[in-house]
């Protein structure tokens, strides 16, 4: 099975590659359109600023090409809130595979931290995403900015609010936390992502 992760500007990219690699895969990270159409299974994730960001997946035609895509898709974290329609973040225009806008945290009180960052648990788990994943285990955030619930989450935390911890929409698949750093609980939900028919 070829696994295939986006090759673009964004941070965190080989800790991804790391966590699929000791769940036994052998992932390539690629721009390139012939291997990403190609793959098994694409894996979108990384870190940054959403305005940046899209700016150079237009730059790259990247933006058609993971609307294009047919196969399964997992965004992270940043990738989750690109696959948006938009975000408050630079006020940004985002892929609109989700229709769904991404918003800013606002704190309620002194102790909500702005970053919100650390462990959290997850909870009304749906879809084969989250087999063998229970109820309320940890995965770990690092976020400013949230998707709110809508009819496409299949994942919630709470965090000030509560938000979408997950979402899925078709074949496209997306997770606000970050699996390759939520140990087993993440290997798990990278091995069912792996999996999946």
């Known amino acids: ?19 699929l690699q000791r769940i036994g895969c052998n992932p390539v990270i690629t721009d390139s359109p012939e291997a990403l159409m190609s793959a098994d299974k694409i894996i979108f994730p990384g870190q940054g600023a959403a305005g940046e ?3 150079y997946l237009k730059e790259h035609n990247l933006d058609r090409l993971i609307r294009a895509l047919r196969q399964p898709v997992l965004g992270i974290c940043i990738g989750q809130q690109l696959m948006c329609r938009h975000s408050e973040e630079d006020n940004t225009d985002c892929l609109g595979i ?7 945290f606002v704190p309620t009180d002194s ?54 911890a997950a979402l899925r929409k078709d074949n496209f698949y ?3 936390f970050h ?11 990278l091995r069912n992502f792996i999996e999946l028919i």
């Open 1 to 19: 099975m070829q696994i295939a992760i986006v090759k673009y500007n964004a941070g965190n990219i080989r800790s991804v590659v790391n966590a």
């Open 98 to 104: 989700f229709p769904v806008d991404v918003k800013r």
């Open 111 to 164: 102790s909500e931290k702005v970053p919100a960052m650390g462990w959290n648990n997850i909870h009304n788990l749906k879809t084969g995403l989250f087999e063998h994943v229970g109820e309320d285990d940890f995965v770990y955030f690092v976020h400013s900015y949230y998707v709110p619930v809508c009819d496409y989450t299949i994942a919630e935390a709470d965090y000030t609010l509560p938000f979408s």
């Open 174 to 176: 997306a997770t606000q």
């Open 53 to 55: 960001t899209m700016k």
């Open 179 to 189: 699996p390759e750093k939520s140990g087993s609980v993440g290997e798990q939900i």
